[in-house]
């Protein structure tokens, strides 16, 4: 979930709240009637259109931030709760109070959710994988600021790296001790950005930050690590540091690696960056320490508030924004290859301007006329396995629609827009969920057992269910576990298999082994060909009833994670 201010350095006044939006009677509604690009074959992105506008003490409704809490149950059935953040007030530090909202019918209404205090900045969600299944919020902004009016920080060395972190019920909130941060420089400020991911163990949290050392003089991206459900965290490695750099993402990539994506602020004029860069790392190595390929500049101005999302299907979606609201897909989920931008909305001012493109709000402060219209910052979270909601804003900041600027696609009004994108990576699969969920799909010969951060014991541990193969959520905090880290499928009749499509975590350097039968006394390894992000291809197709899938490496952590996302191919198509 993303949020940003783009005076980010040199003001040191960074974005305020992503906070959650809800559904009102919409004053003013429409598509956006220009797209400035063309659709990307394999992916399908219709036109956004305004389902919110902002309502009363609302400044204005913008920098929309959106969270997958979904669930699936032990029969397979998905309880789908989407929970979405937009900010109301000043995006200035300490004045971003929260309006949270949440969907259980994939996005068509947002009841409200109750908000905890005027300063919740709600972005980073991550749902753990203990017992009671629980979503962890971690404030985006530090104690030093959200509890600045409060007079509690008395030591702001430690208030700058703590930052307010709460349990979500499916009612309420309840507090959780901070989250602290080692940094590896000293600070002037740091901000939590970009919501948290569960590594494979289902133990190990990832997440980006950004900031400024404490001479203020240069600007950092930096990704921490924790080891404890969030409560401490520690600097793992630096992706940028220098004038410009800001706010990044991180996802798992298919191949078992990660990919980072981050914004880069260029060509300023003043304090306000002409151009915003968008670049990618990645790394090999899951784990979040590196070390980092060279940043790749995917582009030189759509680099606002990079978000990042793995579907289920193994594609990877990059959201970002300004230029525009865009979406970029990378349909085997490796990120070293992108589609062309879809732009599922277009909302800028045409007059009021200068010459040269910028509009004056003052003697000193310019913004580019391309970069107004929308904070162009894009929430999305999955829906399904290969398809995604999405939300973008209009007029959505208080420098976005100034008085003396008109001529937008839209309008000026203060709104929120969505739209549904879906993905075709072009293999032809098997509907495993709707087989499981009629009982014709099933796990046998196994036992599902206790899994991820196990405080207080293995008690502690989420229960893994044979559901969590198939729900479409390819996340570690739903991972079909067993004891000896085997999983045997029976299908309700044999089918020509071409492949697999497995997104799994192995206690070592050996990727999982597949056994097919046709009996499921009798299994037999089938000639696999080169790995392709999640697939994992047969020379030839196999007729089986029966797949085994199993991790082949020594088993040294009973309470890992193993088996997250199971698909099986009868054709593999082009990706």
């Known amino acids: 979930m993303s949020r940003t201010n783009s005076l980010t350095w040199l003001l040191a006044a960074v974005c305020v709240a992503g906070a959650v939006v809800a559904t009102q ?110 979503v962890i919020e971690i404030d985006f902004e530090d104690r030093s600021v959200t509890e600045k009016a409060a007079g509690t920080c008395t030591d702001l060395s430690i208030c700058r790296r703590q930052f307010n972190r709460r349990m979500m019920t499916p009612t309420s909130w309840i507090a959780e001790p901070p989250a602290t941060v080692t940094f590896s420089r000293a600070i002037a400020w740091a901000r939590f ?59 798992p990539t298919s191949d078992g690696g990660l990919i980072a994506a981050m914004r880069k602020d260029e060509n300023y004029r003043g304090v306000v960056p002409a151009n915003v860069a968008l670049y990618t790392r990645h790394s090999s190595n899951p784990d979040g320490s590196g070390p980092w390929d060279a940043p790749v500049r995917l582009s030189s101005d759509d680099g606002n508030s990079p978000s990042l999302e793995r579907l289920g299907d193994g594609a990877l979606v990059l959201a970002s924004g300004r230029l525009d609201n865009q979406l970029r897909f990378s349909l085997d989920g490796r990120g070293t290859s992108w589609t062309t931008p879809s732009v599922p909305y277009v909302n800028y001012a045409r007059t009021g301007g200068q010459p040269d493109g910028w509009y004056k709000y003052s003697d000193t402060l310019y913004r580019p006329m391309r970069h107004l219209g929308s904070s162009g910052t894009v929430g999305i979270a999955p829906i399904t396995s290969d398809s995604l909601l999405v939300v ?68 502690g541990c989420r229960q893994s269910l044979a559901a969590y193969a198939f729900d479409g959520d390819p996340r570690t905090d739903s991972s079909l576990v067993t004891a000896d880290r085997s999983v045997t499928l029976r299908l309700p009749h044999a089918y020509s298999i071409a492949g697999l499509g497995i997104e799994a975590y192995c206690e070592g350097s050996s990727d999982v082994k597949i056994e097919t039968s046709s009996d499921g006394s009798n299994f037999v390894t089938p000639a696999r060909g080169t790995r392709n992000g999640i697939v994992r291809p047969f020379t030839t ?7 085994r899938i199993s991790d082949p490496n020594p088993i040294t952590d009973t309470t890992a994670g193993f088996l997250n996302e199971v698909e099986l191919y009868t054709s593999l198509g082009a990706n």
């Not at 973008?392 to 000026?412: E, H, I, Q």
């Not at 197709?541 to 797949?547: C, E, K, L, R």
Request: with cysteine.
């Open 392 to 459: 973008g804003d209009n007029c959505g900041t208080d420098w976005g629609c100034p008085a003396g600027a008109g001529g937008y696609d839209v309008g000026k009004q203060s709104a929120l827009w969505k739209t549904t994108a879906t993905v075709d990576t072009g293999r032809t699969k098997l509907d495993l969920f709707t087989m499981f969920q009629q009982g014709q799909l099933t796990v046998v010969n196994t036992t599902p057992s206790r899994y991820g951060y196990c405080p207080g014991g293995l008690s």
């Open 541 to 547: 197709p196999v007729s089986a009833q029966y797949i």
């Open 193 to 251: 950005h970009q919501g948290p991911i569960l590594l494979g163990d289902g133990k190990t949290l990832l997440s980006t930050m950004y900031g400024v050392s404490a001479d203020g003089t240069t600007p950092f991206t930096a990704v921490v690590r924790s080891i404890d459900d969030g409560q401490t965290w520690t600097q793992v490695s630096e992706l940028a540091a220098g004038s410009g750099w800001s706010e990044a993402s991180l996802a």
């Open 25 to 134: 009677p919409v004053a003013t509604a429409g598509a956006s009637p220009t797209r400035a690009l063309p659709q990307a074959s394999g992916v399908t992105v219709p036109p956004g259109s305004i389902f919110y506008t902002a309502g009363t003490g609302e400044t204005y409704a913008g920098y929309p931030a959106i969270f997958d809490g979904s669930s699936t149950a032990g029969n397979g059935t998905r309880n789908t709760r989407f929970t979405l953040s937009y900010g109301t007030k000043s995006d200035s530090p300490g004045k971003g109070g929260s309006t949270i909202r949440q969907s259980t019918d994939a996005g068509a209404s947002w009841p409200a959710f109750p908000s905890l205090d005027g300063y919740l900045v709600a972005m980073n969600f991550v749902r753990l994988a203990i017992s009671s299944g629980g």
